[in-house]
């Protein structure tokens, strides 16, 4: 038998189909051609996917019985797994969805006036260990496919009811900063980020629609040829001693390689009036000190930018305190004085533990860095 034991064929044929939820626009005009079919098949798909959120091919009333039929066979339209939804009293709303590798992740959207944030995870864990953030202390498992990534729009936009091409949409900007290192999957994150941008997709602006990086180098010099999504850095740390302890990933690429990184990808960009977003997590006594400010001055004084501080959001036994009210304000107002757009970020969902830094869902953790973390706790217990 050539199907595999133990599995029927129907079961085999099951594997076997492409997850349409996935597809760029390119690929999904690829499909259609590999199946006999015209390319315009792929516009008229893409919107009952993104746009009506259909996850049935009967409900594509524009699209013959016979395609109908025979996309049944060969696709499907398969989202994340919603495992459970959680509703913050600031209106914060974060979905833990799981993926196909078991892990669980987590979604989170932000509303703010006429604004509403999605912020997307791109992989189940994080591969690099920044020594403040829960999301790293719980390991890293595997990339998510690009359905698993536009499969969080997709789930929140089901939740919202709202059409992407209308003016009222509830999903108005998609922030990279959830779960996990973008650059560091890179391929999946840019077919995700261009249907974001997709008219077809979520037709959503390229200012609207930003990439965070801790400073994979080389890769931030290969996302300025690929797109011109806006463009965010954790930083955290003004000196690469510092930033050595708190994003270890400077040890590989330091402060001058990330800045010159920086700067290559601002100057690919087509409009010279964009600036990169710095994040600048505060952490009481680490980070936040008038010569953290002053250095950081010098360090960002050619760098087109806007300055985000955020207060660090406390986790069991990670070390760290978050600054008082007073030190964050005078960390803000010396780098306004010095000519920065310097904002701080308000705390939103942490009654959900939906704060920036507390996303961690359910890794299996394929880097035993999660059980050395707990063991290192039971040590100081």
Same mark, same amino acid.
């Given at each position: 038998?050539?199907?595999? @034991?133990?599995?029927?064929v129907?079961?085999?044929n ?16 690829a499909? +259609? @051609? /590999?199946?006999?079919e015209k390319?315009?098949?792929a516009?008229? $798909?893409l ?9 049935? +091919? ?6 013959s ?9 060969? %696709? ?10 959680? +509703? /913050? ?5 974060? =979905? ?20 509403g944030t ?5 992989q %189940? ?5 920044c020594?403040?953030?829960s ?12 359905? &698993?990534?536009?499969?969080?729009? =997709? $789930? %929140? ?8 091409a ?8 998609v ?11 890179f391929?999946n $994150? @840019?077919?995700?980020m !261009? ?6 997709g979520?037709?959503? /602006? ?10 994979? @180098? ?6 300025? &040829? ?10 955290? %740390?003004? !000196?690469?001693e510092?930033r ?32 990169v977003?710095? &994040? ?10 008038? &010569?953290?400010?002053e250095?950081?001055?010098q360090?960002l004084?050619?760098v087109?930018?806007k300055?985000?501080?955020?207060? +660090?959001?406390p ?16 960390f ?10 310097t ?5 939103r969902g ?12 359910q890794?299996n953790?394929r880097?035993?860095r ?12």
């Amino acid at each position: 038998m050539s199907e595999t @034991v133990g599995q029927s064929v129907s079961e085999v044929n099951e594997m076997a189909k492409t997850n349409l939820l996935g597809l760029s626009r390119s690929k999904m005009e690829a499909f +259609f @051609v /590999s199946i006999g079919e015209k390319k315009f098949r792929a516009q008229q $798909v893409l919107k009952w996917i993104h746009h009506e959120r259909v996850d049935s +091919f009967d409900d594509m009333t524009n699209v013959s019985k016979a395609l109908r039929e025979r996309l049944k066979q060969v %696709a499907e339209i398969r989202g994340p797994e919603i495992v459970s939804s959680h +509703f /913050s009293e600031d209106g914060t709303c974060k =979905w833990v969805v799981r993926v196909t590798s078991g892990s669980c992740v987590e979604t989170v959207y932000i509303p703010e006036g006429d604004r509403g944030t999605l912020c997307v995870s791109s992989q %189940a864990g994080c591969s690099l260990d920044c020594s403040f953030c829960s999301t790293g202390k719980q390991g890293f498992n595997s990339d998510l496919t690009v359905a &698993e990534i536009i499969g969080q729009v =997709w $789930v %929140a936009a089901r939740h919202f009811g709202n059409v992407p091409a209308r003016i009222d949409r509830r999903i108005t900007n998609v922030v990279m900063m959830g779960m996990g290192e973008p650059l560091m999957n890179f391929d999946n $994150v @840019v077919d995700a980020m !261009n249907l974001m941008m997709d008219d077809f997709g979520y037709g959503l /602006s390229k200012r609207r629609v930003t990439l965070s990086t801790s400073g994979v @180098v080389p890769m931030l010099r290969k996302l300025g &040829e690929v797109t011109d999504v806006s463009l965010a850095v954790s930083l955290h %740390a003004p !000196n690469d001693e510092l930033r050595n302890v708190l994003v270890p990933i400077n040890k590989k690429y330091p402060l001058a390689q990330l800045m010159d990184a920086i700067d290559f990808y601002m100057n690919s960009l087509p409009d010279n009036r964009r600036v990169v977003t710095i &994040e600048y997590t505060l952490l009481a006594g680490v980070n936040d000190q008038p &010569e953290h400010a002053e250095q950081l001055i010098q360090l960002l004084k050619d760098v087109p930018c806007k300055l985000n501080l955020i207060p +660090f959001n406390p986790f069991p036994h990670s070390g760290y305190e978050r600054p008082s009210n007073n030190a964050v304000r005078r960390f803000q107002e010396k780098m306004q004085a010095a000519g920065f757009n310097t904002t701080v970020r308000k705390t939103r969902g942490d009654d959900i533990d939906a704060a920036c830094g507390q996303l961690v869902g359910q890794v299996n953790d394929r880097t035993r860095r999660s059980q050395r973390y707990i063991e290192a706790r039971q040590l100081e217990a």
